[in-house]
Antibody, heavy 121, light 108 residues
């Protein structure tokens, strides 16, 4: 059973870079799509992007210019970097595993517990 | 731009059947997945594709689709079904992570 655990600073200053790490256990990172999803306080879910097992990235167009997701298979870790943050980036950030279940269907099948990040000076 | 629209709040009497809908033009081309989120917890998928349920998910959950509308139906609603429900599909560019705004289900 795969387990995902997010870690990183809970407070980031405006204009700085948010950096989070996801430690994965119970599954190889050489398959699936390693994703990040966030949820602002009291609001809905927003997909940030993924890093695929083949090394391809795909980002939400609304965040594409500021985000980088990477995977280190030797450490079984995924990383998220979000540059030039503002208060609007305050959210719970989830590390999530994704997969295609048919020719077009994509599923987020395993989620970390989430880590809360506040952007404030 | 692509979007998926859900009713913010839906209520249902204990033991009754409830339908939660999700509207969006990309649903004409793609199926929706449905995620359940209880307070203080991470979301979890309850049903995806054409009525595929992860292990441990009750068969009281089912889905259907017509035109640009996908629906999640819960039959014999139980108190533990009270939660926020999010539909997810793909946007017009094919990106995989388009979420609806969520529906808060209250069980009366």
């Amino acid at each position: 059973q795969v387990q995902l655990q997010e870690s990183g600073p809970g407070l980031v200053k405006p204009s700085e870079t948010l950096s989070l790490t996801c430690s994965v256990s119970g599954a190889s990172m050489r398959s699936h799509y390693w994703s990040w999803i966030r949820q602002p306080p009291g609001k809905g879910l927003e997909w940030i992007g993924y890093f695929s097992y083949s090394g391809r990235t795909n980002y939400n167009p609304s965040l594409d210019s500021r985000v980088t997701i990477s995977v280190d298979t030797s450490k079984s870790q995924s990383s998220l970097r979000l540059r030039s943050v503002t208060a609007a980036d305050t959210a719970v950030y989830y590390c999530v595993r994704g997969l295609f279940y048919d020719s077009s269907g994509f599923l987020f099948d395993s989620w970390g517990q989430g880590t809360r990040v506040t952007v404030s000076s | 731009s692509s979007e998926l629209t859900q009713d913010p709040d839906v209520s249902v009497a204990l033991g009754q059947t409830v339908r939660i809908t999700c509207q969006g033009e990309t649903l004409r081309s793609y199926n929706a997945d449905w995620y359940q989120q209880k307070p203080g917890q991470a979301p979890a998928v309850v049903i995806y594709g054409e009525n595929q349920r992860p292990s441990g998910i009750s068969d009281r959950f089912s889905v259907s689709k017509s035109g640009n509308t996908a629906s999640l139906t819960i039959t014999g609603t139980q108190a533990e079904d009270e939660a926020d429900y999010y539909c997810k599909s793909r946007d017009a560019s094919g990106n995989v992570g388009l979420f609806g705004g969520g529906t808060r289900l209250t069980v009366l």
